[in-house]
């Protein structure tokens, strides 16, 4: 009898060990707000991905802390765009994460990706380290703001669900409710989004960083330009009014700068213009992370694109 429920204990114990495995999720890392809360979406109610870059982080020239390391080293899968954008990661996933599987959504992604806009009335952007955008270097002539468009959102929801998928098969059902349920939510809010900025499409105006060219072409919005200026130094007396003659020249009805950019700044550079001042921010700095910061983000974009062009 004791043998029997010494066997029936360690069955048993078998069994429990192995469904505890089986229930714990993948270790996954994701590099920047907006496709946080896209991973975060399809891992919901199975894991929460870790968040690298937090708050105003630069993506270019970002320390990891110690506890992000840690979560580096342990990952089973980083998702992020590629070494043009984050290149704080180059290194890391090569040092801490070489076992991990990558998930490089630039590369994936490449034959929907745009070219930057450079040249004529809009700017080089060489300011970017300054402004936490820096992947205006190399050769790469790409637009890597990519998570701006809601269709590629709905591309990069896929592309998780299906590595998670594979990577984690007793998961796979949640994943794939999720990664469907994800899309259609995306889909109605790319629908939404475009009901409420048609009444302003045509109005021009211009952008102190070139960052949004997704959700410009996505709502056929009248983008006509952009200005370079270092948030960290007060631009001369020549550089102000370039910018006016800039201003007035592209017939722009608002100036959207970005919230590292003092109002007082703003107010010298529209001084003597009719132009409006409006903020837009492409990574929603102060956005909560998770699953919703991706709609609240591109939600602030077109409601202060709205407000700005009215």
Known sequence: ?????????????????????????????????????????????????????????????????????????????????????????????????????????????????????????????????????????????????????????????????????????PHQLEYAANTASLIQRLDRFDQGLARQLAPVKDVPYVVFHAAYQYFETAYGLNAVGSVTIDPERKPGAKKILEIRNKIHTLNARCVFSEPQFESRLIATIIEGTDCRTGVLDPLGADIPAGPDAYFTLLQRLADNLEAGLK
């Open 1 to 169: 009898m004791k043998k029997i429920l010494m066997i029936c204990f360690v069955l048993l114990g078998t069994f429990l060990g192995s469904s505890l495995f089986a229930a714990e999720s993948p270790r996954v890392v994701v590099s920047i707000k907006p496709l946080h809360s896209l991973v975060s979406g399809v891992m919901q109610g199975v894991g929460e991905p870790a968040l690298l870059v937090k708050g105003g982080g630069s993506p270019h020239g970002y320390s990891l802390k110690p506890s992000e390391a840690r979560a580096l080293a342990q990952a089973d899968l980083v998702v992020w765009v590629g070494p043009e954008l984050e290149t704080f990661l180059e290194k890391p996933l090569v040092t801490l994460a070489h076992s991990a599987q990558q998930l490089a959504l630039a590369g994936e992604l490449h034959d929907d990706l745009l070219e930057k806009r450079d040249g004529g009335a809009w700017e080089s952007g060489h300011h970017d380290e300054h402004e936490g955008h820096g992947h205006e270097h190399g050769g790469d002539a790409s637009d890597l703001h990519l998570w701006l468009s809601p269709k590629l959102a709905q591309k990069i929801v896929q592309l998780v669900g299906d590595r998670l998928m594979a990577l984690d098969p």
